[in-house]
């Protein structure tokens, strides 16, 4: 067996690998759009809508920091 042919397995392996890698994370995607965990529709608005006066795609709690200094 020489390097070529082991290149060739390993070449062969890694796409298999990727594939793969890409599907689960297609379908992790799907799930969790499905179960309403995410909107991805929403976050790819994102790129349209890019004014500094628009709203926030996600409202998240603030920051640990904020919460001390609002506790005082």
């Not at 062969?12 to 297609?26: A, D, E, K, S």
């Not at 965990?37 to 709203?55: F, H, Q, R, T, V």
């Amino acid at each position: 067996m020489d390097i070529r042919e082991l290149q060739a397995y390993g070449t062969f392996f890694m796409t298999i690998f990727l594939v793969v890698m890409l599907y689960g994370y297609i379908i992790y995607l799907y799930r969790s759009e499905k179960k309403g965990e995410k909107d991805y529709e929403k976050l790819g608005n994102i790129a349209i809508d890019d004014e500094i006066d628009s709203d926030p795609v996600n409202s998240s709690d603030p920051l640990p920091s904020d919460n001390k200094e609002q506790n005082k």
